[in-house]
């Protein structure tokens, strides 16, 4: 095998050897191609894939793909900004070779997440992993901030032979049910199985509230790291299914009825190894620091709904009183609040305290959702922003008068709406920077238009299989 011997300088110094080592080992592990992955501004997972003999290339010249899936609807249609959309041009995909993983569920097959480097070898504008690193690296640099985080995962499981892409449960018995947890037996424990083999933590898996639906947790990491383990383990999810003959949708709405599936974010701020969400002397045991940083959420959360409900399918699953969090409120342990409060278990306050931010599913890039709630928290921590007053029970029941006394605000009950509060926060599109930020408000618009005159089943049949 012959190596170049100067990588582009998208390349990281010493990745070329590290990428001839790994390739015969993974080789000798029975890994004949490598999976390169990254999430798109619709939240769709796009790949690429290079044999394992090709990965020392990779690292060192990247794996070439076209900017213009920056600007791809969640159809594959494509709409422009005044620099994406175009068929000119190119890209190059960097391997991050410290997350390249063997898949327990693929058998021949390993992955990897990418970052997104231009042919002069220059960070892309619109990487989205990048974008969140770039977020955690301010933050640690300005406020000597670092982050665990951890997205929650839920799908529906359906029979793989439901006529006309329609939704079928794989399994039936009631919410939580043990009935269900038994007829989706040899599945589950083979995603356990899978997780364990790809050094995923698994907090737990159970069966959830909606029809054939499943919910996967798993443990806390550095927020691209989080965000990596959630496109793995969805990866993971989708190939257990299709081993047992079963499909996995992540889809926020799979019918246009019930509860959907969402991808709720946990987010705790640190400094110097102590959690500032636990042994402080405000509420519930938070430092200022935490609950200025929840009041930042807290502010921008109508335009973040843009980016963490992306899809039209998100505003069938955000509806009140089904846990949704679809109001502009905090509790401690609140699950109808947009930002849920997590205390944790007495004697686990200081490793487990955090905020639930609930207004997000699966259609959401992960990366760009953590990154924008970050930038949202920080711009709080950096204003020493108060959190306002707590809210209990279901905001849904409070009178209009007495919501709007107490600061509670319904959220954008549609994606239009979602776009409008988008474009007009300064301060996420200023953090996301200028050609990410038009790319997030032309992919939201363009999905607004694909949907024009479509009825709620038809909404979420378009959108039922794409995540």
Request: glycine share 10%.
């Amino acid at each position: 095998m012959t190596i170049a011997a100067d990588p582009v300088p998208g390349g990281r110094p010493g990745d070329v050897e590290r990428a001839a080592a790994l390739s015969g080992e993974l080789s000798g592990r029975g890994v004949h191609g490598i999976v390169l992955s990254y999430v798109d501004t619709a939240g769709v997972t796009r790949v690429k894939t290079v044999p394992t003999a090709g990965l020392p290339t990779a690292a060192a010249w990247g794996v070439g793909m076209s900017p213009v899936f920056d600007t791809f609807l969640a159809d594959d249609s494509v709409v422009t900004t005044d620099v994406l959309g175009s068929p000119d041009g190119d890209l190059r995909l960097y391997p991050d070779l410290n997350r390249i993983t063997v898949l327990a569920a693929q058998p021949g097959w390993a992955w990897a997440p990418v970052d997104r480097v231009t042919q002069e070898g220059e960070p892309h504008p619109a990487c989205s992993r990048t974008f969140l690193r770039r977020i955690v690296a301010e933050a640690a640099r300005r406020h000597g901030v670092t982050f665990r985080a951890a997205v929650e995962i839920e799908w529906s499981l359906g029979t793989g032979s439901a006529p006309d892409g329609g939704f079928v449960p794989a399994a039936t018995g009631p919410a939580y049910g043990a009935t269900r947890q038994v007829e989706a037996s040899d599945c589950l424990a083979d995603l356990l199985a899978s997780c364990a083999a790809q050094g995923v933590e698994v907090d737990q898996v159970h069966p959830e509230y909606a029809a054939g639906q499943f919910e996967i947790s798993v443990g806390a990491l550095d927020p691209v790291a989080a965000a990596d383990r959630s496109v793995l383990v969805r990866q993971t999810v989708r190939a257990v299914a299709a081993r047992h003959g079963m499909r996995a949708s992540f889809a926020p709405a799979v019918s246009a009825e019930g509860v959907g599936n969402g991808g709720h974010l946990h987010l705790s701020a640190w400094r110097s190894g102590v959690n500032l969400h636990a042994g402080g002397v405000r509420r519930y045991g938070m430092t200022a620091e935490a609950e200025s940083f929840a009041a930042g959420i807290l502010a921008h959360l109508p335009g973040l709904t843009a980016v963490t409900a992306p899809s039209p399918a998100s505003y069938l699953r955000l509806k009140p009183s089904q846990w949704a969090g679809v109001f502009a409120a905090w509790g401690r342990e609140t699950r109808e609040t947009a930002v849920r409060i997590v205390t944790g278990t007495a004697g686990l306050h200081d490793r487990a305290a955090n905020l639930e931010v609930k207004p997000v599913d699966l259609a959401a890039n992960p990366y760009l959702a953590l990154g924008c709630v970050i930038a949202a928290g920080l711009d709080g921590l950096a204003t020493a922003a108060p959190l306002p007053e707590e809210i209990t029970g279901d905001p849904a029941r409070l009178d209009p008068a007495e919501a709007a006394a107490r600061g509670v605000r319904r959220l954008p009950v549609s994606l239009d709406e979602a776009v409008t509060e988008f474009a007009g926060d300064e301060r996420l599109r200023e953090a996301l920077g200028p050609v990410l930020a038009d790319a997030v408000v032309a992919v939201r618009r363009g999905e607004c238009a694909a949907v024009a005159g479509l009825d709620d089943a038809q909404v979420a049949a378009a959108y039922r299989w794409v995540y």
